[in-house]
């Protein structure tokens, strides 16, 4: 079993995200991408979220169509900040998997800060660290022991975000095109971001 581990806050989880998974998933033969929604991402501590049970149900939906996507709530159940080696090891340890088995995706905007995370080196032996080139991305900003130690996958360039799809639903705005179709209801029955 080959599978790569997709964190994020998934607030809401758009056609990116989707793209970004099935693209690394054919590039590099994965099993499973494994989808893991955030409890309480350690950057982001301060940041109003969207509750996790709203965000895992919209997930859910975004993803129940493609049998190579799965969702994993152990950042939920594990409870407290999501910390991405905690997750890697919980991951690793509840299916048996070997680090050549276990892949972590990130993008290019967040590897500048890769060295900032809680034992940023165990996650580099824990698993293999995929890296999503994303516009504007300067190695230079990047310590050389880390650049040595991940891999990088091009895969199409989508300027979408959670963020802007927020805004653009509070501007009363068309978030047509960004997510699903189930996505995009599920938000205006619970009438999210508004």
């Given at each position: 079993?080959?599978?790569?581990?997709?964190?994020?806050?998934?607030?809401?989880?758009?056609?990116?995200?989707?793209?970004?998974?099935?693209?690394?998933?054919?590039?590099?033969?994965?099993?499973?991408?494994?989808?893991?929604?955030?409890?309480?991402?350690?950057?982001?501590?301060?940041?109003?979220?969207?509750?996790?049970?709203?965000?895992?149900?919209?997930?859910?939906s975004?993803?129940?169509?493609?049998?190579?996507f799965?969702i994993?709530?152990?950042?939920?159940k594990?409870?407290?900040?999501?910390?991405?080696?905690?997750?890697?090891?919980?991951?690793?340890?509840?299916?048996?998997?070997?680090?050549?088995?276990?892949?972590?995706?990130?993008?290019?905007?967040?590897?500048?800060?890769?060295?900032?995370?809680?034992e940023?080196?165990?996650?580099?032996?824990?698993?293999?660290?995929?890296?999503?080139?994303?516009?504007?991305?300067?190695?230079?900003?990047?310590?050389?022991?880390?650049?040595?130690?991940?891999?990088?996958?091009?895969?199409p360039?989508?300027?979408?975000?959670s963020?802007?799809?927020?805004?653009?639903?509070?501007?009363?705005?068309?978030?047509?095109?960004?997510?699903?179709?189930?996505?995009?209801?599920?938000?205006d029955?619970?009438?999210?971001?508004?």
């Amino acid at each position: 079993m080959k599978i790569c581990i997709f964190g994020g806050t998934f607030d809401p989880p758009h056609i990116g995200h989707l793209l970004i998974a099935q693209t690394i998933c054919e590039a590099e033969n994965f099993d499973k991408i494994i989808f893991i929604p955030a409890l309480i991402p350690p950057h982001k501590q301060s940041s109003p979220l969207t509750p996790v049970n709203l965000r895992l149900k919209m997930l859910e939906s975004a993803v129940a169509s493609n049998p190579h996507f799965e969702i994993s709530d152990i950042e939920i159940k594990r409870g407290g900040v999501s910390y991405s080696i905690d997750t890697i090891r919980g991951l690793k340890s509840e299916r048996g998997l070997t680090r050549n088995e276990t892949y972590f995706l990130i993008g290019s905007d967040t590897l500048g800060e890769f060295e900032t995370w809680k034992e940023p080196e165990k996650i580099l032996e824990e698993c293999q660290v995929i890296v999503a080139l994303r516009p504007g991305f300067k190695p230079s900003t990047v310590e050389s022991w880390i650049l040595r130690k991940v891999r990088f996958s091009n895969i199409p360039r989508i300027e979408i975000s959670s963020t802007t799809i927020r805004r653009r639903w509070k501007e009363n705005k068309t978030i047509r095109y960004m997510v699903t179709q189930p996505v995009w209801e599920f938000i205006d029955r619970h009438n999210l971001y508004s």
